[in-house]
């Protein structure tokens, strides 16, 4: 089956199925500062999960395209790659779980939509814990359905359970359902831990809300998220065994052939590195939401996608323009289904071709340096300053040194890396600290009062409205603060007041604002809230006001709140679906 008949079919079955068929949305998420990209088509729909009415109603699916970044360095096997289409059908408090596995089944099993084999199929559903119970009901309806008791096979919670996309937000117990992809017949007991049983529809009962401290509460609607990876099922309805064989990979594939001389059965690894990064950096550069590359956020993304893929085409003895005539592939594959992309083939080009100067440039010196580094090491670490010094004057990405390092059997000192870098880190900590905080150039004396303003607000809200409140956006300058933030419907008279009552409150205790370093990991065990996604494992500033607000942030802020002044909302209003936006001043 071809991928846009796997679409079509997938969106006509649902669509018969009483569903409104919704846009992908864009790959760099609209309002949510948490995350850099759309992991999941659950993703652009939280404020919804949580009790929002949707415009299109309680039934919806589509076609979500995808990046995930934790996989990277996984690329290169038969089945992972960072940008992805996802098929998914939800339920806003519509429909649950009966419904929801027979129509996973039926379009998976029956000859008028995928017909694939009842007998090739196996699940799994949750086994229960503290948290949650067991899905019994699950159980009953797939006996039902035909699977046997032996085909069915109770997880925990790494296994069976979906969610948050982020740290905290709407998730739950899931049954997976998974295909034989032996040639040979399946075998009666189902292995999870057997490669051949392919993963292919994940079916998620989201009723709960996971808090920043972990625990799980019921949600106010019950919810269905499904996410079925198309590469996947494609690969698996074909009985391909490798997803860079469907028809959304193998053009790229081919291209490269043509391009490099060699076979792709001799050099798996890197055809999948390179034709997999090319597709994800086309996709992200060419996004609604269009980013360059940079050393921060999903510019630096971007970056080490482009300079990994040129720097996998040198092993196949590809240099200077290769990704151009590959990008033109990708856009071939995707623009019937994504012709933003087509229109945006100029500026794409432009911009790979710019990235791929300035590393080809750089690269040769940076591999005569290493070269020479590396036999001075003989047999030894690599230390970490050589490590930066190649990033720093090459823009070598620790990853890349790490290859090549693997290469020629070193290992590399990545702690003393990190503290090079740290040195050098303020600059990129106060870039990202930006896209969370935004308006932190202005560090003026009252610009950093409305600073810590927002940092209490934040607080205020989440403590007055709920846990589920996170910040969307926010814009400082010397006379007020605005701030967006996750909030379903428009807040009370009441509501506005005890926020504001609350924030007075904390700013007469005169509370000191403590700044502290911390790893990304003890900063997410302290509960801090603040963008979780890093490169490096690095050192994050975190700032505290007492255990009211907690934050990771590039500040400046104040010493002690009392230097706020009286804290004043002026308008509270909406800002987008499930968002809102507040207006406030400080006056002396
Ligand atoms: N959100 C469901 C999944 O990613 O499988």
Redesign the pocket.
């Known amino acids: 089956m071809k991928s846009s008949e796997l679409r079509e079919n997938f969106l006509a079955f649902f669509k018969g199925k009483g569903h409104e068929i919704i846009p992908s949305a864009s790959l760099v998420p609209e309002n949510d500062p948490t995350v850099l990209f759309t992991t999941?088509?659950?993703h652009p729909l939280v404020p919804f999960l949580l009790g929002e009415k949707h415009p299109s109603g309680k039934r919806l699916a589509n076609v979500q395209i995808c990046i995930r970044t934790d996989d990277i360095d996984e690329v290169g096997d038969d089945v992972h790659h960072t940008f992805f289409e996802?098929l998914g059908n939800w339920s806003l408090g519509d429909y649950f779980k009966e419904e929801a596995i027979k129509m996973s089944f039926e379009f998976l099993t029956d000859s008028k939509w995928l017909g694939l084999k009842k007998d090739r199929i196996a699940v799994s559903i949750f086994a229960g814990d503290k948290d949650a119970p067991q899905d019994e009901e699950s159980e009953k309806i797939w006996l039902s359905l035909g699977i046997p008791q032996k085909r069915i096979k109770k997880l925990g919670k790494k296994d069976n359970w979906?969610g948050p996309a982020g740290e905290t937000g709407p998730c739950g117990p899931d049954t997976e359902i998974f295909y034989w992809s032996g040639k040979e017949k399946a075998p009666e007991k189902f292995d999870s831990e057997d490669k051949r049983w392919i993963e292919i529809w994940?079916d998620?009962f989201m009723q709960y809300f996971k808090s920043l401290d972990g625990k799980y509460e019921l949600l106010s609607q019950k919810n269905v998220?499904?996410?079925m990876g198309l590469e996947r099922i494609l690969s698996a309805i074909g009985s391909l065994g490798d997803d860079y064989k469907t028809d959304v990979f193998w053009p790229i594939i081919k291209e490269l052939e043509d391009l490099s001389g060699k076979k792709y059965e001799d050099n798996k690894k890197e055809f999948r590195i390179i034709s997999d990064h090319i597709k994800a950096a086309t996709f992200i550069t060419g996004d609604r939401k269009g980013v360059e590359p940079s050393n921060v956020g999903q510019g630096y993304v971007v970056r080490k996608l482009i300079r990994r893929a040129i720097r996998y085409g040198r092993i196949l003895k590809l240099s200077g323009d290769f990704l151009i005539p590959l990008i033109e592939k990708v856009l071939e594959i995707y623009s019937d289904s994504y012709p933003y992309l087509k229109a945006k083939e100029d500026y794409i080009i432009d911009v790979v071709k710019k990235e791929g100067e300035k590393f080809e440039k750089t690269l040769e010196q940076g591999l005569r340096e290493f070269k020479i580094k590396a036999e001075k090491n003989e047999g030894k670490v690599i230390p970490g300053k050589v490590i930066f010094d190649l990033y720093q004057s090459y823009g070598f990405p620790f990853e890349l040194t790490e290859e090549m390092a693997k290469e020629k059997g070193l290992s590399l000192d990545k702690k003393g890396f990190k503290e090079e870098f740290r040195g050098h880190q303020e600059l990129s900590r106060t870039a990202s600290a930006g896209m969370f905080k935004g308006g932190l150039a202005d560090t003026g004396e009252k610009a950093v009062k409305y600073h810590t303003a927002t940092h209490l607000l934040l607080a205020a809200l989440r403590q007055v409205l709920g846990e589920y409140v996170y910040q969307r956006g926010s814009n400082i300058n010397a006379e007020r603060l605005r701030f967006d933030f996750s909030h379903p419907q428009k807040m009370t008279e009441d509501e506005i007041k005890k926020v504001e009552e609350l924030v007075n409150e904390k700013i007469k205790e005169n509370i000191p604002v403590v700044c502290r370093e911390m790893s990304l990991e003890e900063a997410r065990k302290k509960g801090m809230m603040g963008i979780f996604e890093s490169k490096y494992g690095e050192k994050v500033k975190t700032y505290m006001i007492e255990e009211f607000s907690k934050e990771i942030c590039g500040g400046p802020h104040v010493k002690e709140t009392g230097e706020l002044g009286n804290f004043k909302i002026l308008k509270e209003e909406s800002s987008g679906a499930g968002i809102r936006r507040i207006k406030a001043v400080l006056n002396p």
Do not use: I, R, Y
């Open positions: 999941a088509g659950m996802m979906w994940n998620v998220d499904t996410g």
